[in-house]
């Protein structure tokens, strides 16, 4: 099966709005290989709008891509795997409400990521899931989540506020 990524953006090559078509085992963002589909793509900039038929973002997809700015996933999406948004620039990730996991580094190293909120939908946040995210100030976990894995919110410097519920185990 085959679907289309669509991103508004600003890309040299390419319209200003963009469509990849690849396939899509399992209803996640996959070329084939569920690995690497834009990892450091430079010419990848702006928000990513995550179509509403895909239901994970998988491991690695969109690390390294330094110029994406928001990500704005849709309720279907439950899962984000390991090192998927890894070293962007996200400043901000809309509609995590679907959300259950969020895999090891998804999000490390998002220097411009501010805060996070995290609904009540979520179950685990992976190791070092949040790490080295420099500019996240605040972080408010939903009252699902049972696991938070190990560092994941290691070196978060200008982190000042956590709140995390009595169900974390």
């Known amino acids: 099966k085959v679907i289309t990524v669509q991103y508004d953006g600003t890309v040299s090559t390419w319209n200003s709005v963009i469509k990849y078509d690849f396939a899509r085992p399992g209803n996640g963002i996959t070329n084939g290989n569920p690995y690497e589909l834009f990892i450091n ?44 948004f890894y070293k962007t620039s996200l400043q901000n990730v809309k509609n995590m409400e679907a959300l259950k996991t969020i895999g090891e580094y998804a999000f490390k190293g998002c220097s411009n990521l501010k805060n996070v909120k995290m609904p009540s939908t979520y179950y685990t946040i992976g190791e070092g899931a949040f790490a080295l995210c420099d500019s996240l100030t605040s972080v408010t976990i939903g009252d699902s989540v049972t696991t938070i894995g190990y560092r994941a919110f290691a070196s978060c410097d200008s982190l000042t506020s956590v709140t995390i519920p009595d169900s974390v185990t």
């Open 41 to 84: 793509n430079q010419e990848m900039a702006g928000t990513i709008n995550i179509p509403v038929d895909v239901t994970n973002v998988g491991d690695f997809v969109f690390s390294g891509v330094s110029a994406i700015k928001e990500v704005v996933l849709h309720e279907n999406v439950t899962s984000i795997g390991n090192y998927s």
